[in-house]
């Protein structure tokens, strides 16, 4: 069985004008919403063993703020091709993930994220597929179950939902 973890940055702050869209950073607030996300990753067991990044600044600073609570937390590989990808572009490089690695996490940006979990799932509860349907958020993470023995077999609708939750669908269940 392989795991893919899809994790949409955090809240990232509006390019200011001369801005390179690589440099936008996070907010307060989206820092705050990774570190609770890495926090909920860890607590709930899925630890990655892989870990693929954007090189966008946003996504770096979600990452770190992820890692801080993964113990030990793998090295990230930071990868041009995730950056502002299609979802046919993101497929492809998954592909690419080393059959040693049994839970990969990538953390990106939409639409490529929402558009790839979308083509990638098949099953799971219907509930949980309905809201993937509707929006892939900030700080959003789908994981995916795949019953498959290669990443290389990676294909459209081969996926179960296992999961997808955000800062505010966990804070609505805390309270």
Not at 19 to 46: C, N, P, W
Not at 49 to 66: F, G, K, L, N
């Amino acid at each position: 069985m392989r795991r893919l973890l899809l994790f949409r940055h955090a809240h990232a702050e509006r390019a200011e004008s001369g801005q390179s869209d690589l440099d936008r950073v996070l907010t307060a607030e989206g820092k705050h919403d990774a570190a609770i996300m890495g926090a909920y990753i860890g607590r709930h067991g899925f630890q990655p063993d892989r870990v693929v990044v954007s090189p966008a600044a946003r996504t770096r600073e979600t990452w770190d703020a992820v890692a801080a609570a993964l113990h030990p937390a793998p090295s990230a590989i930071f990868n041009e091709r995730i950056y502002d990808a299609i979802a046919q572009a993101l497929l492809i490089a998954l592909k690419d993930t080393p059959d040693s690695a049994q839970t990969l996490l990538v953390i990106g940006h939409n639409p490529g994220l929402h558009d790839l979990a979308l083509m990638l799932v098949a099953t799971g509860d219907i509930n949980t597929r309905e809201r993937l349907g509707e929006k892939f958020p900030t700080a959003g993470l789908a994981i995916l179950d795949f019953a498959l023995d290669a990443w290389a077999k990676l294909h459209a609708r081969a996926a179960r939902l296992e999961r997808f939750v955000s800062p505010k669908s966990i804070a609505r269940a805390t309270n």
